[in-house]
């Protein structure tokens, strides 16, 4: 089970946060767990200042001892090191003392330990995912999609659960890779470094009937990043043929030499082997759907 933790890194003794890993003595938190990170620093008036550097997800874990230099010279060491994924990370790390809701005593009591990493209160997941969720370009769509989850669901958990499925993680992910029974690797590169996958929704979100098709993994496909994208925006899709899906691309807009580039063959088949008969009839018809509107925009 996923766990969320918050992470305290000190900036006004190491520098800036770099947003790749954060070093800690902690040994609470496990690969696949996900970290608000705060850091604190100085003010030209001496007094505290905090900032929301974005939520990630624990990549993986060196166990080596690890040195940092501080700001005046002389070496830190701690036990472990957390390489990081970027989940949702602002343009601009967020000045928490300006924002609705700072109370500086309890702020400070609360978040100020050290180069630490601790349990973390639901009241302040809620009040960081909607600091992080406005601070997102106004014409995102995942923004809008996650913005939409907020004002219709005040319980914690579905919240959750529908947001980690609207950005390809969590139970839609599980979902996703229990439905193909191959893996965790893009169904079209082969790709099986974890933290470049994300389960992409076949029938987008802003068109599915419910939860249920929110989360049905027939409604999905494990594929690294930019497959991701290029699938979203329908420069590729798949013709669903009788016990295979067959990949076609939108020359137009995606060169061949470029998509070959990309680990992508025009043809490409993917067979149902591993997925049932049920799950088969589900993705055939979400498929159709996106195959449509991939014919529409290569006209």
């Known amino acids: 089970m996923i766990k969320k933790y918050f992470a305290y890194h000190m900036k006004h003794k190491f520098g800036a946060f770099n947003k790749s890993w954060i070093l800690t003595d902690k040994t609470n938190v ?6 608000y990170v705060i850091s604190g620093d100085k003010g030209f008036d001496g007094k505290n200042v905090y900032f929301l550097e ?3 997800t624990v990549s993986s874990i060196g166990e080596d001892k690890h040195k940092i230099e501080d ?9 472990f090191k957390l390489y990081l994924e970027e ?7 967020l000045n928490l003392n300006d924002k609705d809701g700072y109370d500086k005593d ?7 330990s050290g180069q630490g990493i601790n349990t973390i209160n639901p009241k302040y997941i809620a009040w960081f995912d909607k600091l992080l969720l406005d601070s ?6 995942v923004s809008n999609d996650i ?32 439905t193909w029974g191959l893996g965790e690797k893009c169904l079209i590169t082969g790709i099986d470094i974890k933290c470049l996958l994300v389960a992409s929704h076949i029938r987008p979100w802003s068109k599915c009937n419910g939860i249920k098709d929110r989360l049905d993994g027939a409604n999905g496909l494990l594929l690294s990043s930019n497959i991701d994208k290029l699938f979203d925006n329908h420069l590729i899709s798949f013709e669903n043929k009788s016990d295979e899906l067959e990949l076609v691309i939108n020359k137009k807009q995606l060169p061949i030499s470029l998509a070959k580039k990309l680990g992508i063959q025009i043809g490409q088949k993917i067979p149902f082997t591993n997925v049932g008969l049920t799950n088969e009839e589900n993705i055939k018809k979400y498929m159709k759907e996106h195959y449509s509107t991939f014919l ?4």
Not at 71 to 79: C, I, M, W
């Open 30 to 35: 496990k690969e696949g767990d996900e970290l």
């Open 54 to 56: 974005g939520l990630f």
């Open 71 to 79: 700001k005046n010279g002389e070496y830190a060491s701690f036990n």
């Open 87 to 93: 989940k949702v990370v602002p343009f601009k790390s």
């Open 106 to 112: 309890s702020f400070h009591n609360y978040f100020s």
């Open 136 to 141: 997102a370009p106004s014409d995102s769509e």
């Open 147 to 178: 913005k939409s989850i907020y004002e219709s669901s005040d319980d914690l958990t579905e919240r959750d659960t529908l947001i980690k499925a609207r950005i390809g993680q969590g139970v839609f992910r599980k979902n996703v890779i229990e």
């Open 296 to 299: 529409e925009k290569s006209s």
